[in-house]
């Protein structure tokens, strides 16, 4: 990315920051005029912080704990006449987009300032997840609609002695796993292989939605568009900080989708072997988490692929086989 885009992502920030401000204000103004009393308590608020702050100069302890028992009281008239008048208890205060670092990009970590994850995040969609983290974000577990899938087992239909259903159950309260406990590296990976039309790229997006929620970073690619840039990164001579392959190895998530419908060779086995294994192993002291979406069956991946991946699978990814008619045509 070069420094112009980059300059735009943060005048977007800044840009977030004027227009909360200025809507906190015609709050403020929207209340003053139907509560006068809660303009009375913040010009009164606003009094005690300055002789607090005074207190503490002059290093009068007792008098600074009678102020701050008083300015506790008054927060909580404040909040009493919200909750009575019907407005939120957060109506009068700044609304974030992201509590972390309050729309500024940046957080203090260790006594270091660093980037927030929600801008690493804008920078990584801005490079490599076109519209794919974005159409993520409008799929939530919430409108992911178990009754699009029949309740009736076939086992000759199906191969399975539950019904589709059932099997979509079962999947999605181990991905609600997988976000809930993210961060916990015996928690496995995910493969999700089944034919198109039946929720893999749904339930993936949902995974996506929370963890974006949660503050993760997000690298979402299919498989053919993955290879393909880092073979391309690989022989860019103009090219000296790698920094995809660095990218899809340090991201929190990394979605492969479509694998499978790449065009492989073994240059291309090498990265795909290479982004797998590297991220199993959890570098840079934090857990790294994949999922990979295939229309393969499992025994199909054994025989396109090299066994030492395929290995790979089946030790570290919970594997779940999707079944059922097309969904896609049933919303």
């Known amino acids: 990315m070069n420094n112009s885009d980059f300059q735009k992502i943060l005048q977007e920030y800044e ?13 403020k103004s929207k209340i003053y005029k139907e509560i006068p009393k809660i303009k009375e308590i913040d010009e009164e608020l606003t ?3 300055l002789i607090t702050i005074k207190g503490i100069l002059n290093n009068k302890n007792d008098a600074i704990k009678a102020l701050n028992d008083k300015f506790d009281t ?16 957060d109506f009068l205060s700044m609304h974030y987009t992201c509590p972390l670092c309050k729309d500024s990009g940046y957080i203090s970590q260790d006594g270091l300032t660093v980037m927030c994850s929600c801008l690493q995040q804008k920078i990584l969609d801005a490079k490599y997840n076109d519209s794919n983290v974005s ?5 939530t577990f919430e409108t992911f609609d178990l009754n699009l899938y029949s309740d009736v087992a076939n086992k000759e239909k199906y191969n399975s002695t539950i019904s589709p259903r059932k099997n979509m159950e079962n999947i999605k309260k181990v991905t609600l796993n997988f976000v809930d406990n993210f961060d916990d590296e015996n928690v496995k990976n995910l493969l999700f292989s089944g034919g198109t039309g039946l929720g893999k790229t749904y339930l993936s997006n949902c995974i996506v939605s929370s963890l974006l929620n949660k503050g993760k970073t997000v690298i979402y690619q299919t498989a053919p568009v993955m290879l393909d840039k880092l073979i391309a990164e690989m022989f860019d001579k103009n090219n000296v900080s790698n920094s995809f392959s660095e990218n899809l190895l340090t991201a929190d998530l990394l979605v492969i989708d479509d694998l499978g419908t790449e065009t492989m060779n073994s240059l291309k086995f090498s990265e795909l072997y290479k982004i797998i294994n590297t991220r199993l192993l959890n570098q840079n002291n934090k857990v790294t988490k994949t999922i990979i979406s295939t229309n393969l069956s499992l025994q199909q991946l054994f025989e396109t692929y090299d066994e030492r991946l395929v290995s790979r699978f089946v030790g570290h990814y919970d594997i779940f086989k999707f079944f059922g008619e097309d969904i896609r045509f049933k919303h």
């Open 15 to 27: 840009k977030r920051h004027i227009q909360e401000v200025k809507a906190l204000e015609e709050r």
């Open 47 to 49: 009094d005690f912080s």
């Open 74 to 89: 008054l927060k909580l008239e404040k909040a009493k006449l919200l909750k009575e008048a019907g407005f939120p208890k």
């Open 135 to 139: 159409t993520a974000k409008n799929q």
